[in-house]
């Protein structure tokens, strides 16, 4: 376990205690509360589990890199890009995913624009937020949303 780990793990417990000390009727709702999160959460996690051993046990690692690696360019950014917007999975989830094509060679580039755009397009979502802002804005929105991501990415490629 690395130091950042620990301190966070450090904190949530001192929070955790805090916590009890304050309100311990409110401290237990609220890890009641957390437990029913974390069970809805589950069948994910194992989906995603899955997920990742399937595409690694079928894809290999040279594959993996050709479509997005660093040789892959722009287009493969945009590809990854356009498969994160159309995922709808929790953020939290997608980390273990992307780690997992990051050591089978995607670039950092690729990685990045496969969070953001999971994170800030809303495919998915398109039918409900063209019901509540109109279709214009939601596509405005998602579209601008989809570029800014992909800008984000190339300049987390150049960082790290």
């Known amino acids: ?19 009890f000390i304050k309100d311990k009727d409110k401290a237990v709702q609220s890890l ?10 589950l ?33 493969g950014v945009l590809l990854v890009g356009m498969v994160g917007a159309l995922m709808h999975i929790p953020a939290l989830l997608s980390f273990p995913l992307a780690a997992s094509i990051l050591e089978s060679g995607a670039s950092v580039t690729a990685v990045a624009a496969f969070i953001t755009t999971l994170t800030m397009i809303g495919m998915i979502t398109l039918p409900l937020e ?13 579209g601008i949303s989809f570029v800014i991501a992909i800008v984000i990415a190339f300049i987390m490629g150049m960082i790290l």
């Open 1 to 19: 376990m690395n130091t950042t780990a620990i301190i966070i793990n450090g904190i949530a417990v001192a929070a955790l205690i805090l916590a």
């Open 32 to 41: 009641k509360m957390a437990l029913k999160s974390f069970i809805k959460i």
């Open 43 to 75: 069948p994910m996690v194992f989906i995603i589990i899955i997920a990742i051993g399937l595409l690694l046990g079928f894809v290999p690692p040279d594959q993996i890199s050709r479509f997005v690696g660093e040789q892959s360019g722009a287009g």
């Open 130 to 142: 063209i019901k509540i802002l109109g279709k214009k804005m939601a596509l405005l929105r998602n």
